[in-house]
């Protein structure tokens, strides 16, 4: 886990995109420059200029400017767009999605973010920052609080989780919501030790899995080997020479790292993969036709071994 360096201000998200397409149409600005055309004070200007740094809307440039690299412009945009963007790029922003993670779990909105603290690695993050991410999560619709104050998800937002956990029928593609899938199928721990490759694979393969389901299966099993090569990483064993998912679990087994039965489990998905990265079967000299329905149930099953390899190799679970 690695530091995000994480300082948010709370703050209105209208506040935010206001100075943040100040600096759209300024260009490279200053902050007073900035400051003057949103028509707020500095102090207002330099938290809200730091908040959209933070989820990619403008960075700072030498000389101590700001200056805009979204590739969308919010110039002339209507607010109802600018909205849906500030929610597309928060829901993107890993903190954010780390707290909606356990929030989903039913978690207490304190210990959601004492958990996701942890989780993330970074001893700064603090109930400020986190109260900023709860606080857009609530004005831009994806978080809300009950009469009694206590956040939670929204509801449709929990019913689209449920349906997807029931049955892998991914007609959303909502990669923010398969993300909090994926936490609860691997466990926060487990999805957070992958990194952001592997994490967009399989929200890949979930989103390819009904249209593309040979694609869909090629991700998923690149997630898989990867995971696999992590594994051999924080256990200081070298992968380096090994190809495929057999060649990478075979040398694990041989370490001791994971079971024999582990070892038979990921051959299965490294099957599935031989068969979706070629065309012609090399016995049969047919192509496989691959549908979504084995997609979806590699896609699950990639995930549970993951999901118990790493219960049994960081925290010494025998668990299927």
């Not at 780390?98 to 603090?126: I, N, P, T, W």
């Not at 998912?245 to 370490?255: C, M, N, W």
Request: hydrophobic share 40%.
């Amino acid at each position: 886990m690695s530091s995000v360096g994480l300082k948010l201000y709370p703050m209105p998200v209208d506040t935010i995109l206001r100075v943040t397409e100040a600096v759209d149409f300024l260009g490279d600005a200053s902050l007073d420059e900035v400051a003057r055309f949103a028509g707020t004070g500095s102090t207002t200007a330099y938290k809200a200029l730091l908040n959209a740094s933070h989820l990619g809307f403008v960075k700072k440039v030498n000389g101590g400017n700001y200056r805009y690299i979204h590739m969308n412009s919010l110039k002339d945009m209507p607010v109802a767009e600018k909205r849906y963007l500030f929610q597309q790029l928060l829901q993107s922003y890993r903190p954010f999605e780390v707290l909606c993670q356990f929030l989903s779990y039913g978690e207490d909105e304190s210990v959601a973010m004492r958990k996701a603290g942890v989780m993330l690695g970074d001893s700064s993050l603090d109930n400020n920052a986190f109260t900023a991410l709860s606080k857009w999560g609530v004005d831009i619709g994806i978080l809300s609080r009950n009469k009694s104050g206590t956040l939670h998800l929204v509801e449709t937002l929990k019913e689209e989780l449920k349906a997807i956990s029931e049955a892998l029928e991914i007609k959303l593609g909502n990669e923010f919501e398969i993300g909090l899938y994926l936490g609860k199928r691997l466990t926060a721990q487990c999805y957070e030790f992958l990194e952001n490759p592997e994490r967009q694979r399989l929200v890949q393969a979930f989103t390819d899995s009904e249209k593309n389901p040979e694609k869909s299966c090629e991700e998923t099993g690149k997630a898989f080997e990867n995971f696999l090569r992590l594994i051999a990483k924080i256990k200081g064993i070298n992968v380096s020479n090994r190809n495929g998912i057999g060649q990478v679990a075979e040398e694990l087994t041989k370490h001791g790292t994971i079971h024999t039965k582990h070892k038979n489990m990921c051959l299965a998905v490294g099957a599935v993969r031989t068969v979706s990265a070629h065309d012609r079967d090399k016995v049969s000299n047919i192509p496989w036709a691959k549908t979504p329905e084995m997609a979806h149930a590699v896609l699950s099953y990639s995930l549970s071994v993951m999901r118990s390899i790493y219960l049994w190799v960081l925290e010494g679970k025998q668990e299927l």
